[in-house]
T-cell receptor, first 111, second 113 residues
Framework: DAEITQSPRHKITETGRQVTLACHQT?????MFWYRQDLGHGLRLIHY???????NKGEVSDGYSVSRSNTEDLPLTLESAASSQTSVYFC??????????FGQGTRLTVV | AQSVTQPDIHITVSEGASLELRCNYS??????LFWYVQSPGQGLQLLLK??????LVQGIKGFEAEFKRSQSSFNLRKPSVHWSDAAEYFC???????????FGDGTTLTVKP
């Protein structure tokens, strides 16, 4: 079965370190997205991609970057982790005109 | 700018009772509307979606939602709640690229035995 997987599921890192969260989908979807979820804020869009070599900033993109070198993967990089980036991160993918499928999430703690 | 408001942060219902979760949206064009459910520690699962056509949409697990353009609403309903429905529910509005959606802050549903 096709799926979308995130790794790691849990990560603790120190302030100032670079961190990369992985997202891999086997749906062959063109569109991929990264959200963060904080208590009381629902999901907020960080970055998104509509295809290989395409990336776009979302609502809360400061301090984050993504790259899309193939269809299956959209890694999210925190350039210099800050305590404000402690959150649960969700990756999603979709095909144009259809619903999004979400990964299980990565819980990131910055200490 | 698009936005979604879920007025109820937390709702408690008894098992077997009916449920309605409210969702109001602001969107400049014809919206694509979604309801997702999230169990603790899990990702989001799509319950139902509205793209066009019949304004009453049926979803999984016995849920339905009605799109009312005049009220900018897309309320979620279930006639009889089960204990397993306890979760957090998110309403979202988006465009044709469904993943690029704006989410409400969610409503937490507690089900009393």
């Amino acid at each position: 079965d096709a799926e979308i997987t995130q790794s790691p599921r849990h990560k603790i890192t120190e302030t100032g370190r670079q961190v990369t969260l992985a997202c891999h989908q086997t749906w062959n979807h063109n569109n991929m997205f990264w959200y963060r979820q904080d208590l009381g804020h629902g999901l907020r869009l960080i970055h998104y991609s509509y295809g290989v070599q395409d990336t776009n900033k979302g609502e809360v993109s400061d301090g984050y970057s993504v790259s899309r070198s193939n269809t299956e993967d959209l890694p999210l990089t925190l350039e210099s982790a800050a305590s404000s980036q402690t959150s649960v991160y969700f990756c999603a993918s979709s095909q144009t005109g259809s619903e999004a499928f979400f990964g299980q999430g990565t819980r990131l703690t910055v200490v | 700018a698009q936005s979604v408001t879920q007025p109820d942060i937390h709702i408690t219902v008894s098992e077997g009772a009916s449920l309605e979760l409210r969702c109001n949206y602001s969107y400049g064009a014809t919206p694509y509307l979604f309801w997702y459910v999230q169990s603790p520690g899990q990702g989001l699962q799509l319950l139902l979606k509205y793209f066009s056509g019949d304004t009453l949409v049926q979803g999984i697990k016995g849920f339905e939602a009605e799109f009312k353009r005049s009220q900018s609403s897309f309320n979620l309903r279930k006639p009889s709640v089960h204990w397993s429905d306890a979760a957090e529910y998110f309403c979202a509005v988006g465009n044709t690229n469904a993943g690029k959606s704006t989410f409400g802050d969610g409503t937490t549903l507690t089900v009393k035995p």
